[in-house]
C-alpha cells in the first residue's frame, strides 16, 4: 500500500501571523516556520496504514526551499521519501493553483490513498484537498476522525454537525483527516538522523509541465486590503480570592440569565 | 441585476439555518436562485421563498444525499453552464466545503472560504474574510471567469425574511444522476445527542478547555448547564484529546456560535477557538492563567481554579434561583 501525505510548512500558529502590508501575504520572514500541526495527524496516519499492511508513505509539499525542513520533520516520524515542489513561479499561489501544481507532480505515479489534514492551520480555506481529488478525478473522504482501509476499500467515520457519518470509497481515494483521528508521534533522535538519507526530490514548474501557468500567472483571486478587525475591549478581570463565583452569578444576575 | 445562486443544504425538507443567512444576504446583491437537493427537497421551496429565492431548482435524487459532492457538483456545474450566474454562494459547512471546493476545480474559478461579508464593488464582488481568528479582515476579489464561488461562515448574517415578493419559481429536475464512477457513499448516520439545546441555537453556552484537567470534569459543566438552560461546548484541544465529540467543538474548524452570555471555562483563548465565539453578546472567562487571551476578550474574566469556582458557581446560581 503506497499512500501520499500532503503537508504544508506554516508559520508557527503559537506565535500569532502577521501580513506585510505592501503584498498582503503572509509575512514568513523571523517567525518560525513549522509542520501544519494539522498534517502531523496526516502522516501519523499514513505510517500507521503502512506499518499494519506494507509499502511506503511518500510526502509531498509545495512551497520555498525552507519547506524542506517540514518535509524532513515528516521523515523523521517515519515517511519514506518526500518531493518538494518548488519554483520562484509558484509564489503567492492560491487553493486552486496549489492543488494544481500537486495534481502535476504526481502524475504518472501511482498512490492508493492520498492523506491530507481537512485544511492548514494558517489559510485554513480547506480547498485544496477536494480541488487534488476533483482534479485527479478521485473520491474524497472528507473530514475522517476514524480511518480504515482493507479489500481495496478506505472507510471513514466523517464528522457531521450532530455526530459522525459512516463513509467509504474505493482506492485510491483521497481522504482529510482531523486532529481527533490519531496522536502524532514524536520523532525519535534515530529517526531524525535517518531523515537525512532519505530521498527528497525537488521539482520545479518546468519538470511538472505547469510553466507559465502557476502561481502569480494564474491567480483567481486577489487580496486587496487587510485591515485590523475591531477589537473587543476587554472588560473586567479579577482575582478568585473567595468571591470569584459569587461574582459572577452576581453578573449572571445582571444580564437576567438567572 | 447580477445573478446569485444559493446552494441550498436541506434536512428532511428543512433548509439548514445557514441557508436563510445566505439567502438574506444573496437577495441584497442580486436576483437570487437556490438550488435544493436531495430527497425531500422541494418541501423546503416555501421557506426558501420566503427568505428571498425567485426561483428554486429542486432535485430529489437519494444520491445527494448518499453520495458526498459529486452528484452536486455534476449538476451545478450543468445549471451553472446554461444560466451563468456571476456568484454562488454555499455555507462554510462539511458539505458546502466539499462543493464548493470541486466545483471551484471542475469550472476553474475563484473559490473564496472562510467570507463573512460580500460586497459589489467596481461591478464585481469584494468579499470579507477574518483572518489569524478575527484579528484581521483580510478582503478578496476574484480575478477568474465568472461565477465566483463563495463559502459564507455560519452565523455571519443575521437571516430576516425578504418583506416583500411571492412564492418561488420553482423547477424541478430529473437529470439522471451518475452513480457509476468512483464515489464517497454514506453507509449509516450517527447521531452523538446531547440533552439541552443545540450549540448552534443555544442563547447561553458553557465551554470547557483544556484547563479543566480530565475529561470527566465536564460532569461539573454538565450540571452548570442544566442549572442555566444552557448548551455546552469545549475547545478544539478537548475534542482533539478525545474527551468529547467533534460536534461539541466550538471554532475555527468546529462551530461557530453567537450567543448572549459564552461562559469560558479553562479555556485560554487560542485564535482557533474564539473565531468561533467572539460574536457573543458577553464573554465570562474563568482560567488559572491570569495571561491567558481570553482575559483580553472577557466582558467578565475571573482568575482562579476552574475545580473551585464551578462547584461554588452552581450553589450559587441554585441559591439565587431559589429566591
Known sequence: ?258 | MAGVWVFAETVDGTPKPVVLELLTKARALGETTAVALGPGASKSVEALGKYGAKKVYVHEDPAFREILATPAVDLLTRLIEKDKPDLVVFGMTYDGRDVASRLSARLGTALIANATDVTTRAGGWAIVSPMFGGSLLVTTVPKATAPALVLIRPKAVAAEPAGSGGAAQVEMLSDPVDTGKPVARVLRRETEKASGPRLEDAAIIVSGGRGLGAPENFKMLDELAAELGAAVGASRAVVDAGWKPYSFQIGQTGKTVKPTVYIALGISGAMQHTVGMKGARTIIAINKDPEAPIFKLADLGVVGDVHKIVPQLIQEVRSRKGK
Open chain 1, 1 to 258: 500500500m503506497n499512500v501520499l501525505v500532503c503537508v504544508k510548512q506554516i508559520p508557527d500558529p503559537n506565535a500569532p501571523g502577521k501580513l506585510d502590508p505592501g503584498s498582503k501575504r503572509l509575512v514568513r520572514e523571523g517567525v518560525d516556520l513549522v509542520l501544519d500541526p494539522g498534517d502531523e495527524h496526516g502522516v501519523e496516519a499514513g505510517l500507521q496504514l503502512v506499518e499494519k499492511d506494507a509499502g511506503e508513505v511518500t510526502i509531498i509539499s509545495m512551497g520555498p526551499l525552507k519547506a524542506l525542513e517540514a518535509i524532513r520533520r515528516a521523515l523523521a516520524m517515519g515517511a519514506h521519501r518526500g518531493i518538494l515542489v518548488t519554483d520562484p513561479g509558484l509564489e503567492n499561489s492560491d487553493a486552486l493553483s496549489t492543488a494544481r501544481a500537486i495534481a502535476a507532480a504526481i502524475k504518472g505515479k501511482s498512490y492508493d490513498l492520498i492523506i491530507c489534514g481537512t485544511e492548514s492551520t494558517d489559510g485554513s480555506s480547506g480547498a485544496v484537498p477536494a480541488q487534488l481529488a476533483e482534479l485527479l478525478g478521485l473520491p474524497l473522504l472528507s473530514f475522517a476522525k476514524k480511518l480504515e482501509v482493507a479489500q481495496g476499500r478506505a472507510v471513514i467515520d466523517r464528522q457531521t454537525d450532530d455526530g459522525y457519518d459512516v463513509v467509504e470509497a474505493q482506492l485510491p481515494a483521497i481522504v482529510t483527516v482531523t486532529g481527533g483521528i490519531n496522536e502524532a508521534r514524536y520523532p525519535a533522535l534515530r529517526g531524525i538522523m535517518q531523515a537525512k538519507n532519505k530521498e527528497v526530490k525537488q521539482v520545479g514548474l518546468s519538470d511538472i509541465g505547469l510553466d507559465g501557468q502557476a502561481g502569480k500567472a494564474a491567480l483567481t483571486q486577489e487580496v486587496i486590503d487587510a485591515t485590523p478587525a475591531e477589537a473587543r475591549k476587554a472588560g473586567e478581570v479579577v482575582e478568585d480570592k473567595g468571591e470569584g463565583a459569587k461574582r459572577v452569578a452576581d453578573f449572571l444576575k445582571e444580564l437576567k440569565v438567572i
